[in-house]
């Protein structure tokens, strides 16, 4: 997550099942915990916590997912670029 902001991207979206239901058990509640780790170190790198976000969207949820991205780009738009991408292009 860190490199992809590194590297130049606006924000990162982390999206998974909701906990107590994925089949991958407890998978989620580890993203979980990471995210909100990460979320308190990435002003150390100079990025704002809003690039980050970790949302729980079933497969059935197109809808929820759809605006949850919508969401997300208006964030992002208000944010405006990643600094970090700005700097490489100059």
Request: glycine share 8%.
């Amino acid at each position: 997550m860190i490199k992809a902001l590194l590297e130049g991207a606006d924000a990162v979206l982390i999206s998974g099942c909701h906990p107590g239901d994925c089949h991958y058990i407890n998978g989620n509640y580890k993203a979980r915990r990471r995210v909100k780790l990460l979320k308190e170190i990435l002003p150390r790198f100079g990025f704002e916590e809003d690039r980050l976000k970790l949302t729980w969207i079933g497969a059935s949820e197109g809808v929820d997912f759809a605006a949850t991205i919508k969401e997300m780009v208006d964030q992002v738009k208000a944010l405006g670029p990643n600094q970090t991408k700005v700097q490489m292009v100059i």
